[in-house]
C-alpha cells in the first residue's frame, strides 16, 4: 500500500506555479512574481532571474532551468551560485519545458507557436524549430520527449495532441479531441519497449496512451479527481513498480497503477488547487496556488501518522499573520509602522476597538473602517485584484478585448513588446484598445489606499 508524508513544507509570498526536484536533493519552486525558490540542504535562496511568472522548472545535473512567460529561459549553475547562460529563443511566453533523458536536448513550447529543441550539452545551440500548424490550436500546455530523442509530444489546450519526429518541422499526426475542454500537461515513459503517453484535462480525465511508429492508440482512462487535472509524472518506484502521480484542482495527489489503472493512494496536498508535480526516488514535490511548495515521501505500506492539512487557505482573512496585516496597513497609512494585529483579530475586533488600536488621525479613521468593513466582506484579497501577468494588486486595473482585467503598466508593456494575443487565454486579440476598469479601481483603492 502506498501513502504520502509531509517532509517539509515551504511557504513563499506569491503564487508557486512551477516545481522540480533534482538527483541530489535540490528543490525549486516557480514564483509568480519572477522568483526562484531554490531549497538548499542548509538554506533557502530567492533568485531573481526572470521578470514575470516562472511557468515551468527542470534540472539537468545541478543546473537549474528555469522558463518564463517574460520570454527568457535561464540556465542556473547551483553549484557556482550564478546564471550560465539566458536564453531567448521564442518570440512569446515560454510554457513548458523538458531535458531529454541523456541530458542532451532541451525542448521549450511557447505562445508563438514554436516548440525549439535546444542542443544544452556544450554552448546552447537551437537545432532546430517546430511548428503548429493549427491556427486554432490554444495554448500550449506541454512538452516531453521519448528516451530515444526520437519523439516529441506537444499538447494544447485545444485538447491536441502533436506528435513530431525530431528530424521534421511539422507534426506527423495531430490527434483532436483528446480531453473535452482542453489538455493541461503530459508526459511520457517507455514500458515494455513502447512509448507510453499520458494526458490530463480540463474534463477531470487521466488518459493513457500507447504512441508506436508516431500513431496514437488509446489504452486506458483514468476516473477520480473531482476537478481538472493540471499536472502529471511517470515514475518507476523503487525500480519496481511503474506508477502514474496526477495533481488536480481539487487540491488532491493521485498515485496510479500504470499496469491496472487502479487507484493506489489518493491524499489532499495543499489548501488550494495544485499547479505542478515533480518526483526523484521516493521523494514528490507539490506546488499549487496556496503559496507552498512541499517535500513529500512516497512510502510503501501503511503509516502511522499520515499529515494533517491545515483547514483553510492562507488567503483567508483570518489566517493572516501580523506581517501580513502590517503590509496590507503600509499601503493604507505608509507612516504606518509593524503591528501587532493578526488577521483574526481583523476579523473579530470590535470596529471602534480595531480603529483606536490603529494610529491614524480622525480623517482617515472613517475610511479605515469602510477598508476593514471590505476586507471582511471579501475574507481576504479576491484574485480578481490581482493582476494575471504580474500578480500582484492592480492601482490602474484595464479591461482588454480579451474579456480579462490587468494593470495598465503590464498590459501596455506587452503589447508594446509586439504580442498579439491574450496573455490570459492566448487567443488573438480582435484589437488592443484598452478601456478603465473604474469600478473595480474604486473597490481597490477603498481596501488598499486611503488617499
Known sequence: MLSLSLLRSEKSDKQVYSCAISGNGL???GNSDG??????????QSLSNHKYPVSALCFKDTDLISASTD????????VADKVKEKLIIHKGPV???CVSEDGSLLISGSSDQTIAITNILSTPDVERYLRITESDSGMLSGVCISTDNSLIVVTATSGTIFLYDTTSPKPVQCHYDAHQMGVNGCDLTTRDERNLLCTVGA?????LWHVDDYNLTADKVLSGHTGQVLCCKFHL???????LFTGSYDKTVIIWSV????KLHQSICHSSFIYSISVYEDKLVTCSSDKTVKVWNVCCGRVKTINVLPTSSPEILSDWTSKQVSSWLSRLLPEHGKCDLTGLDLVEMDFDELVESISCDKEKRAKLRKSVSLLRSFDGIPNEFLCPISMEIMTDPV?????HTYERANITEWLTAGNCRSPFTNTTLSTKSIVSNHNLRNIIQTVFFLD
Not at 35 to 44: K, Y
Not at 399 to 403: A, L, P, Y
Open 27 to 29: 528543490i525549486a519552486g
Open 35 to 44: 522568483t526562484t525558490t531554490l531549497v538548499r540542504t542548509d538554506r533557502v
Open 71 to 78: 520570454h527568457n529561459i535561464v540556465i542556473y549553475d547551483t
Open 95 to 97: 510554457r513548458c519545458i
Open 203 to 207: 474534463d477531470y480525465l487521466v488518459k
Open 237 to 243: 518506484l523503487n525500480n519496481t513498480e511503474h506508477v
Open 259 to 262: 499496469e491496472s489503472g487502479d
Open 399 to 403: 479591461v482588454m478585448t480579451d474579456g
